[in-house]
């Protein structure tokens, strides 16, 4: 296959996966794909999966190593592109199928590589980059040379843009270290009460108000209620992120409208926790669109106290102060009533990518 064949092969994976990842990473981009953000994921993910078995050899018909004149596969420099993109596929391998504590462990290193790689292709475009086939004469040298510059600006400049937010994510990372007692590794357990309410099944109580009548239920009545279970990122506004986690529970949407909501008339629900002062709302667009659980377990397991037991809400795709923990009440209303951190200036619509 021809040499240049083979380079814009990789050249458009690699564009591809750089841009998907951007698209899940930069709280510009995020803003971007806004609803295709599950979408944009799924291509990453599926994407980074063949490309990785495409580059350990899987297919040597997508993409044969080039063998020099001694017969070895690449020159030497290619092979420290290829340990990158190794570290890449393996990291995000941990990322999507790892334990609570390996996953937090290779979204840093994902980030670190995929860096890494970004240098590496900037280095390689400005050094390898082949713009001219001409015989060299001053005039082709200079064309050759500013066109590198050009190429290599064009994929240092969205990189630049990322680092404040990778460097938040690391320090965030750093910061937070060994302050997450009581919680699944990689979160960070906030609470703005004194300690975690300690709520046991047995006296836990979920009240309902605004629907035609007031209902309450009890862990019995809630354990029989059809469930459903989602898979997604746990992202804080302050940069921490726990990839690919399982939350279990009860939609919300079908619950409520199950027991006589008329959204049209009363479009917004306030949360209420069980600390007696946190709270939180959402309308039925963002309810709709989102679809948010009543949610009681993590990676198949209980919620631990410090993370909402014995209930909590959790709102796939949007930042986790939206995600109310020890929820005991709900209330329905004509209109919004802010919750705990957007009477404090954070975005009611709190979208990945809503807040810088
Ligand atoms: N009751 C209550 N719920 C809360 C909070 C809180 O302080 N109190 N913090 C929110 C914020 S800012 C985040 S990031 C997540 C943290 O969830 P975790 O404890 O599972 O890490 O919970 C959210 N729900
Ligand atoms: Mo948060």
Redesign the pocket.
Known sequence: MKFSTRHWRHALWIGLLVLTGFALFLSSWRRAVGPFFAAVEWIHIVGGILYGLAIVGWSRVVFPWRRDRDGKLGPGYARWGYLILIMLVVSGAGLLVGPSPTRAIATVLHGLAALALVVWVIWHLLTRLPVSRQPTGEWHLARRRTLRWLASAIVAVPVVMGLPTLLKMLSGRLFNAGSNEGALPGF?P?TVVDGYPHIPRDRWHLWIHGLSEDLVLSWADYATLPRRTVVINF????G?VVPHVEFEGVDLLDFLLQRGWNPSDKPWVTFYSGDGVYTDTLNIDQIRQYRPLLADTIDHEPLPVAQGFPVRLLVPHM???KSVKWLVGMHIARTAAPGY?EQRGYPQNAFFGSYP
């Open positions: 960070v906030y992202r804080c506004v302050t921490w930042y986790g102060y951190w």
